[in-house]
Nanobody, 124 residues
Framework: QVALVESGGGLVQAGGSLRLSCAAS????????MGWFRQAPGREREFVAA????????YYADSVKGRSTISRDNAKNTVFLQMNSLKPEDTAVYYC?????????????????WGQGTQVTVSS
């Protein structure tokens, strides 16, 4: 498994931007696809974005497509989620996760390492 720590969450007005970071420890980080998920109060955890092990392939949920960009720096064991044009419905706890595969996947069961989450709150 990989130890993951998210940062970068906070309170932002609608239309604003945030950049989430996820720092990973462990030798296998660069051999894993990475993903971001989120969970709003009273709702199930949902997929947001994923990136393959080399960063060549990415995939986004329809809800964030065109407004978010996932990227990674394998030299620094870090994955990022840049979120623009934020909406109140983006409010949630955002989790970083490491997949058991090298390719992108949206299924939570394909991820075996999770961070503690970072709160994103978007005010209207």
């Amino acid at each position: 498994q990989v130890a993951l720590v998210e940062s970068g969450g906070g309170l932002v007005q609608a239309g604003g931007s945030l950049r989430l970071s996820c720092a990973a420890s462990g030798r296998t980080f660069s051999n894993r696809a990475m993903g971001w998920f989120r969970q709003a109060p009273g709702r199930e955890r949902e997929f947001v974005a994923a990136i393959s092990w080399r960063g060549v392939n990415t995939y986004y949920a329809d809800s964030v497509k065109g407004r978010s960009t996932i990227s990674r720096d394998n030299a620094k064991n870090t994955v990022f989620l840049q979120m623009n044009s934020l909406k109140p419905e983006d409010t949630a706890v955002y989790y970083c996760a490491a997949a058991i595969y090298v390719g992108v996947t949206i299924a939570p069961n394909d991820y075996d390492s999770w961070g503690q989450g970072t709160q994103v709150t978007v005010s209207s």
